[in-house]
């Protein structure tokens, strides 16, 4: 499927299957062995949840999210901001800056997006 890769903004239909991405990641996870795979189960699984509870998919808020997921949510938010995708243009640097740091700080701790952007030097 290439839904995601399509130009032009997603239908709230095609967003709703988008959004499904992060329980079938964690179902193809799910019940690993290794240390490693139950940390990706929990990425997968956690990554699109918001701090204000209006993520997906569990729809969890605060510090109910996994700080693992938090983490790459953070990660997750800078690589989509700072990359051009078929569906839209790279972010312009002042404007990628506020961005980045507004939906980083969003979707995790404030503290850990305030970190990012230092390290980051956004």
Aim: glycine share 6%; aromatic share 6%; net charge positive.
């Amino acid at each position: 499927m290439t839904t995601w890769m399509e130009p032009g903004k997603l239908t709230d239909e095609e967003f709703d299957i988008i959004k499904g991405h992060a329980a079938i990641g964690a179902r193809l996870l799910a019940n690993g062995h290794s240390e490693f795979v139950q940390l990706a189960e929990v990425i997968a699984l956690s990554h699109h949840e918001r701090w204000d509870g209006r993520g997906y998919p569990q729809r969890l808020e605060a510090e109910a999210i996994p700080l693992e997921g938090r983490i790459v949510a953070i990660a997750d938010v800078f690589d989509a901001l700072t990359n051009e995708r078929p569906y839209k243009k790279r972010g312009q640097s002042t404007k990628l800056r506020l961005k980045s740091r507004n939906r980083a700080a969003s979707s995790s701790t404030l503290a850990a997006s305030q970190h990012f952007s230092k390290c980051a030097s956004i």
